[in-house]
């Protein structure tokens, strides 16, 4: 499997949007991994004391993610993706 860094946002509607231009042949199935960049993750100071719903409905043109979306939490503040990627690495490949 070939591995791709691409930049993206969330729009305000909650599309997926890749801000770059992306150089792969078209066809065949992608896999897609979404890591929240770390400046969008607010601190514990900054959010406010009023819960969360537990769902948030946002709609993707991406149909494989349509319902992905409505099942997904935020993660904990204690997250560290390298250390999930790194888990998931070892999973992969039993080491």
Do not use: C
């Not at 997926?16 to 231009?21: A, F, N, R, Y």
């Not at 969360?52 to 709609?59: A, H, L, N, V």
């Not at 979306?69 to 935020?74: D, G, H, M, V």
Request: aromatic share 6%.
């Amino acid at each position: 499997m070939q591995a791709y860094k691409l930049k993206g946002k969330i729009d305000a509607t909650g599309n997926l949007v890749i801000t770059e231009p992306i150089q792969m042949p078209p066809g065949g199935d992608v896999e897609v991994i979404v890591l929240l960049s770390a400046q969008t993750i607010t601190s514990p100071a900054e959010s406010t004391n009023e819960p969360e719903p537990e769902t948030t409905k946002r709609r993707t043109k991406i149909k494989a993610l349509q319902g992905w979306f409505s099942k997904t939490q935020p993660t904990s503040a204690d997250f560290d993706p390298d250390e999930a990627k790194w888990e998931a690495l070892k999973e992969k490949h039993n080491l």
